[in-house]
């Protein structure tokens, strides 16, 4: 499948959808505390998504059994919501979500700690948001699509973290999943050159320890190798001449 270019019309379109999606995950981000389940941050995503007349994307996704991705401390994607999985003081937990507004698809994902938690913790936090807008400062016309890349890892590598290389960023816009992909590592070729008009869900996963993962027994959750720490933080973006604009923010 080819590369989309957006006219102007499904930009709006997409403009809409990530700016409802960037209100959810604040309401979401307010939500987490210390004894909320999984489950209940599910509920109230699916919720919000609902209240905005809008699909939530993920629910029924390759037979995904929930709308808002859940993932504790060491589970670094798909975490799958349990009403017997209780946030905890100290842990770090990533939402992903994602949304369908008039047919247009968004998609974003943030960590937030839980109470307090470890400064060795907090940092994996910031240095994983902060890599995707080192990333993205690259994601404008006329810079290629392995800049994103390269970007992201050269900032992660340097602070000493794994990358995530199985799961990778991607296309986005009438499908949730479009190309290209987006790897968050390390590329000896260029890519595609990018264009305004392409809309893309950068999504750094990085981890503690090293980078390597596996998919637990229930064919979703994935956790890192060794039990280390993972973060996750995405938004869906626009190329344009100049700075790319991210669209799933609230305002
Ligand atoms: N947000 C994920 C991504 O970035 C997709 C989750 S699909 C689900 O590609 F089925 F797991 F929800
Ligand atoms: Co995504």
New binding site residues.
């Given amino acids: 499948m080819a590369v989309t270019i957006k006219s102007a019309r499904e930009i709006e379109l997409m403009r809409e959808s990530g700016r409802l999606l960037g209100i959810v995950h604040d309401e979401l981000g307010k939500a987490i505390r210390p004894g909320i389940s999984t489950k209940d941050i599910d509920k109230l995503g699916e919720e919000l998504i609902r209240s905005f007349d809008c699909i939530p994307n ?1 629910l029924n ?2 037979g ?1 059994p929930a709308s808002i ?1 859940v993932s504790v401390n060491e589970e670094v ?2 975490g799958i919501p349990r009403a017997d999985h209780i946030l905890k003081e100290g842990d770090i937990v990533s939402l ?1 979500a ?1 949304l369908i507004y008039k047919g247009y698809h968004s ?1 974003a ?1 943030r960590t937030y700690a839980v109470g307090e938690i470890s400064p060795e913790a907090g940092k994996l936090i910031e240095v994983t948001k902060q890599s995707f807008f080192e990333g993205i400062r690259m994601a404008k016309a006329g810079y290629h699509l392995y800049d994103i890349s390269n970007a992201v890892a050269s900032y992660v590598t340097a602070h000493g973290y794994g990358i995530v290389r199985d799961l990778v ?2 296309g986005i816009g009438t499908k ?2 479009e190309d290209p992909q987006i790897p968050n590592f390390a590329q000896n070729r260029k890519g595609l050159r990018l264009q305004p008009g392409m809309t893309l ?1 950068v ?1 750094p996963m990085i981890n503690m320890g090293t980078g390597d993962v596996v998919w637990l027994d229930d064919k ?1 959750t994935v956790v890192t190798a060794d039990g280390a720490y993972s973060a996750h933080y ?1 938004n869906t973006i626009l190329i344009t001449e100049g700075e790319p604009e991210i669209l799933t923010l609230p305002e």
Wanted: hydrophobic letters at 30%.
């Fill in positions: 993920f996704y390759h995904y991705c994607v798909h992903d994602g998609d994902a960023g991607h949730l999943h869900a999504e979703w995405e």
